[in-house]
């Protein structure tokens, strides 16, 4: 998704142009009176951040300009950048780019009102970013092939002989990587090595997780790794890519259940810092966190008293394993991947 549209850079000239008159016009002193555009490095799905941040500009008067790309080239282009980076937030489809910037210190400490509207699970100890949406991580599995009673108890087992040639993971994507990044965080660093290579021997690799839903769908393999939205939006849509199939909550705290938290954090860099936190404020708000739950993302909503939409198992009901999303070790994970001959 490089390159993806703006707000429409006529939207954003014409609101600058808006809030500059007013300024002219001599209403109030003060910040509110600058013309304003946020910068917005932004990989998760473009849709579900235009729907949250919808209202954003007419409240604040504060115009987006958006550079969509995935969570590992933004998060590179941001540290290439340095200082001068136009980055004021970044928002990621999964923790672990975010957090790269954080242990490099290129985040702001976020407002603890703002951190308070999330709950503490869905956000990293250090304060310097937040969820603002999760998704799970599941089994999708063709009952035709691999009926319930056969379905592995752990994600790990995946890695056994036995799953030779009917498993399918997206090894290239950050969503897969962020499951790893869960598993080392759990299990450490041994255990991972071991599964990744049982991984590397058994299955195939697709280029996204709708490709392995369509694999399991079609009996190509037995089962896959990815996140549950892609199935319950297939479903809301048509069923095309998902009737065939079926998806299997890991549970009971294991690693197969590890929740993906998508991130969003206050560039150290911004010039306009106080703007930038206004829009993490407003993404983890709960008018925002409902127009989530309401939308056809079907990702899970994090903020405090939002339910997620109905269509899903709740959240609470999930029984994820505890880790801390700033605990997720990306340069890890990659190097562990190639070790193995994943990536
Ligand atoms: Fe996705």
Redesign the pocket.
């Known amino acids: 998704m490089l390159g993806g549209t703006r707000l429409g850079r006529s939207t954003a000239a014409a609101l600058t142009a808006l809030v500059a008159a007013g300024a002219l016009a001599g209403c109030g002193g003060g910040d509110a009176e600058a013309a304003e555009t946020l910068t917005v490095y932004s990989a998760q799905?473009e849709s579900l951040v235009r729907t949250m941040l919808e209202g954003f500009t007419e409240e604040t008067g504060i115009a987006l300009e958006f550079r969509d790309a995935n969570d590992a080239e933004l998060a590179n282009q941001i540290v290439q950048e340095g200082e001068a980076s136009p980055a004021d937030v970044f928002l990621t489809?999964n923790s672990p780019s975010i957090d790269v910037l954080d242990r490099e210190g290129l985040l702001a400490p976020l407002d603890q009102s703002t951190l308070d509207q999330v709950g503490a699970q869905y956000r990293p100890s250090s304060g310097n970013w937040t969820g603002f949406a999760a998704r799970s991580t599941v089994l999708v599995h063709n009952p035709a092939q691999l009926p319930q009673d056969q379905l592995p108890a752990s994600i790990l087992d995946l890695a056994n002989p036995e799953w030779q040639g009917r498993i399918g993971i997206a090894a290239g994507g950050a969503?897969f990587q962020a499951i790893v990044a869960g598993v080392l965080a759990l299990r450490g660093e041994e255990a991972t090595r071991a599964w990744l290579e049982g991984l590397e021997r058994n299955a195939n690799v697709y280029p996204s997780?709708s490709a392995v839903m369509v694999a399991a769908d079609e009996g190509e393999i037995d089962a896959g790794v990815m996140?549950h939205y892609y199935f319950y939006r297939d479903r809301a849509e048509n069923g095309l890519k998902s009737d065939d199939a079926e998806l299997h909550f890991f549970r009971n705290s294991d690693p197969g259940a590890f929740l993906s938290i998508s991130g969003a954090g206050v560039l150290a860099s911004s010039d306009q810092p106080e703007q930038a936190q206004r829009l993490v404020a407003y993404l983890t708000s709960p008018p925002a966190q409902q127009r989530l739950a309401e939308s056809t993302a079907l990702e899970y909503a994090v903020g405090n008293d939002v339910p997620s939409a109905e269509a899903l198992p709740p959240l609470a009901e999930l029984q994820a394993p505890q880790v801390d999303p700033g605990s997720l070790d990306q340069q890890r994970v990659t190097e562990l991947m190639q070790d193995v001959g994943l990536l």
Request: proline share 0%; no cysteine; hydrophobic share 0%.
């Open positions: 799905h489809e969503d997780n996140y």
